[in-house]
Nanobody
Framework: QVQLVESGGGLVQAGESLKLSCAAS????????MGWYRQAPGKQRELVAT???????NYATSVKGRFTASRDNASNMTYLQMNSLKPDDTAVYYC???????????????WGQGTQVTVSS
């Protein structure tokens, strides 16, 4: 199976920074896009950032200019550097990988368990 594990969440004050990391492991045949979603209380899960295999990125309008997504293909890692954090960024952040599992050849989205980011004003 393919597993994703996030780390790096926490409690910060507005204006501060955090860096999230996500490690994909297991029976990975290939990974296409990787990235991050978030879900705030009472809201739908929303896409935050996507990174392609080639390193191209796409961001939600609300985080452009403040967040930077990156990945290390060799180690199957993806990162989210979050600067100038705002209280509205408070959410559970989930990493995902669009991957193919070599144990059953299933291709689809795999998710981490989520990491809490809380920004106080």
């Amino acid at each position: 199976q393919v597993q994703l594990v996030e780390s790096g969440g926490g409690l910060v004050q507005a204006g501060e920074s955090l860096k999230l990391s996500c490690a994909a492991s297991g029976t990975i045949f290939s990974i296409n896009a990787m990235g991050w979603y978030r879900q705030a209380p009472g809201k739908q899960r929303e896409l935050v950032a996507t990174v392609t295999t080639g390193g191209s990125t796409n961001y939600a309008t609300s985080v452009k200019g403040r967040f930077t997504a990156s990945r290390d293909n060799a180690s199957n890692m993806t990162y989210l550097q979050m600067n100038s954090l705002k209280p509205d960024d408070t959410a559970v952040y989930y990493c995902y990988a669009d991957a193919r599992d070599s144990s059953n050849w299933f291709t689809g989205y795999y998710w981490g368990q989520g990491t809490q980011v809380t920004v106080s004003s």
